[in-house]
């Protein structure tokens, strides 16, 4: 009787099983999604668009083909192929533009032209608006003339369809560590005995924009308070462009040359500050951008400092203080898992994931690309202006 009963239970526990899996499987195949089960598939915070960690794509799937209309910077490259991304072509042969499977267009912002755009645009093809430049910067093109044009942004803007940002704290703490392993209360001693010098600040851009200006004099400022400051670039009179040891100094000054622009973080806080194991002191966007993506506590914010004086005290007091200026390195001591950006792969990936997610929305749902994204006429314009903090565009 025992063993009957035993049997009963096991029969009922495999019944079950079966439900589960069903369910699970109906979820799927209603929604197009597929369904999260750990924590690994949870969107990064810093990206706007809702995507999933999706298997590789069956090899019998056709490859998605990313067109790079104009190439940045007069730039040629060969085709980039994104398997593990969703598997896609990234090209610039211009032949393949009205092929069935070119799902997206990029255009360069500063290379945009009316006259050498395509001259014919398949249905649902959509038109990918690229930059990384500042909010200011891109105000100087007549964009009105774009509105209705583009579908999908991709800036370095966190609101943007793909954000693409510098870089992001995850990479920083990967290049700061060399790899993915903490660094210990010993690695800071001796990473803070080989700072030689107190601060650093490579710059050549001295007057294109108001920022430019601005920045040069708040820097000379702190240089008469008595910041001992390392000045070079050629607004520093190094003509030599000498190649700087930047993780020698203590501070770097990652001073943007466009105050006040959204989101608008560039390699003088990444690569020149973070990634190279020294604490950036900024100016640019406000303090809630910084604090969305950095690793915490890892940067002086200037205009916490009613003068440059006062931040120059604070940072001569840093300089004297081991101890207190310890606490600006601790980021690299925690684990990986806490640093932003960890699924941001970059531009061409990312795109390429986006795509593929939209193009399978269309297969299961027979939902028109276009409508799924309600971008038939989009306004570039009011996109990067509405929002915009006024400081930026003065």
């Given at each position: 009787m025992a063993l009957v009963g035993i049997k009963k239970w096991w029969a009922v526990l495999l019944l079950v099983g079966v439900l589960v899996v069903v369910t699970y499987l109906n979820i799927e195949?209603?929604?197009?999604?597929k369904v999260l089960t750990s924590p690994a598939e949870i969107s990064d915070p810093l990206i706007k668009q809702k995507t999933t960690i999706k298997p590789k794509v069956e090899a019998t799937v056709s490859p998605l083909v990313l067109?790079?209309?104009?190439?940045?910077?007069?730039?040629?490259?060969?085709?980039?192929?994104?398997?593990?991304?969703?598997n896609c072509i990234y090209t610039q042969n211009r032949s393949k533009v009205m092929g069935t499977n070119t799902k997206a267009v990029v255009m360069h912002f500063h290379d945009i032209n009316r006259e050498t755009m395509p001259k014919n645009r398949q249905?649902?093809?959509?038109y990918v608006w690229f930059t990384m430049e500042s909010t200011l910067t891109v105000s100087k093109l007549k964009l009105k003339d774009l509105d209705g044009l583009f579908n999908l942004t991709a800036t370095h803007k966190r609101d943007s369809d793909i954000y693409v940002p510098y870089m992001t704290a995850y990479s920083a703490y990967r290049r700061v560590n060399s790899g993915l392993k903490p660094k210990t209360d010993a690695h800071l001693d001796k990473l803070i005995k080989q700072k030689t010098h107190v601060a650093l600040w490579v710059v050549?851009?001295?007057a294109t924009n108001k920022g430019a200006v601005e920045r040069l004099k708040y820097a000379k400022q702190m240089i008469r308070d008595g910041l001992n400051l390392t000045f070079g670039g050629r607004c520093g009179g190094d003509t030599e462009r000498k190649d700087y040891n930047y993780t020698k100094y203590k501070f770097y000054l990652a001073f943007e040359n466009s105050w006040g622009c959204k989101d608008y973080i560039t390699e003088k806080f990444w690569k020149n500050s973070l990634?190279?194991?020294?604490?950036?002191?900024?100016?640019g966007p406000p303090k809630a951008d910084y604090?969305?993506?950095?690793?915490?506590?890892s940067f002086i914010f200037a205009q916490d400092f009613a003068t440059p004086k006062k931040l120059v005290?604070?940072?001569?007091f840093l300089d004297k203080n081991d101890n207190a200026y310890k606490k600006y390195l601790v980021w690299t001591t925690l684990n990986i898992s806490q640093m932003p950006g960890r699924r941001v792969q970059g531009f061409k990936c990312d795109l390429?994931?986006?795509?593929?997610?939209?193009?399978?929305?269309?297969k299961n749902k027979s939902t028109p690309i276009m409508s799924s994204l309600s971008r038939t006429n989009f306004s570039l314009t009011n996109w990067l202006y509405e929002n915009e903090n006024k400081e930026c565009l003065s």
């Open positions: 195949h209603e929604t197009g999604f067109l790079e209309w104009y190439k940045p910077f007069k730039k040629a490259h060969s085709d980039f192929i994104l398997k593990s991304c969703g249905a649902g093809q959509l050549s851009n001295c990634a190279a194991g020294t604490v950036p002191v900024v100016i604090e969305a993506v950095a690793p915490p506590n005290e604070y940072l001569e390429c994931k986006y795509m593929r997610e939209l193009d399978d929305r269309q």
